[in-house]
């Protein structure tokens, strides 16, 4: 199986991009995680307020800090409800809201794994491929001058050296 150098380059290449690829999506995945982890501890901590209410909650507001504040037995939740439109809901509501959002979530990040693997698949068999193509070529092949780059230097000629008198005037 004769593999040109143009092919050879071809199949490094796509591995590369296909390596690029897997990271991108390596840290998306990352990211959704960690929303999703957002998530699940604002449903936690919304069904753990009592029916009643509570007394005293400590609120967190980042960075360490946290405030005391009463939540009242109605008191709802505050949810982005779409297109960065706030809404006040039930702490029930506003739990499931955040539930269908985390199901959703979890089915991107499944996709995006699937992505993943299919990706990371290509890229072995690609890779080995390119290995059994390069293992199959002479040591004069490997060695042979690179194809010229995108933007060639131009070529240097000698300036031939003329004696003097014999140069071309406007005259001539």
Same mark, same amino acid.
């Given at each position: 199986?004769?593999?040109?150098?143009t092919?050879?380059?071809?199949?490094?290449?796509?591995?590369?991009?296909?390596?690029?690829?897997?990271? /991108?999506?390596?840290q998306q995945?990352?990211? &959704?995680?960690?929303?999703?982890m @957002?998530?699940?501890?604002? %449903?936690?901590? $919304? =069904?753990?307020i009592?029916?009643?209410?509570?007394?005293?909650?400590?609120?967190?507001l980042?960075?360490?800090?946290?405030?005391?504040?009463?939540?009242?037995?109605?008191a709802?939740?505050?949810i982005d409800i779409?297109s960065?439109?706030?809404?006040?809901? /039930?702490?029930?509501?506003?739990a499931?809201? &955040?539930?269908?959002?985390?199901? @959703?979530?979890?089915?991107? %990040?499944?996709? $995006? =794994?699937?992505?993943?693997?299919?990706?990371?698949?290509?890229?072995?068999?690609?890779?080995?491929?390119?290995?059994?193509?390069?293992e199959?070529?002479?040591?004069e092949?490997?060695?042979?001058?690179?194809?010229?780059?995108?933007?060639?230097?131009?070529?240097?000629?000698?300036?031939?050296?003329?004696?003097?008198?014999?140069?071309?005037?406007?005259?001539?």
């Open positions: 199986m004769a593999v040109d150098r092919e050879l380059q071809r199949m490094a290449q796509l591995v590369e991009f296909n390596r690029e690829r897997m990271q /991108t999506i390596e995945i990352r990211q &959704l995680e960690t929303i999703r @957002e998530q699940i501890q604002a %449903i936690e901590a $919304l =069904r753990a009592p029916e009643d209410g509570a007394e005293g909650a400590m609120i967190p980042g960075s360490g800090l946290q405030i005391i504040a009463d939540i009242p037995a109605d709802g939740a505050v779409g960065r439109i706030q809404a006040e809901r /039930t702490r029930d509501e506003a499931d809201i &955040l539930s269908k959002r985390g199901e @959703e979530l979890v089915a991107v %990040i499944d996709r $995006l =794994r699937q992505e993943f693997d299919e990706l990371d698949k290509a890229t072995v068999e690609t890779a080995q491929k390119f290995n059994e193509s390069v199959g070529l002479g040591p092949e490997l060695t042979a001058p690179e194809p010229a780059s995108e933007t060639p230097e131009p070529k240097k000629t000698p300036r031939r050296k003329r004696k003097r008198g014999t140069e071309f005037t406007l005259d001539d």
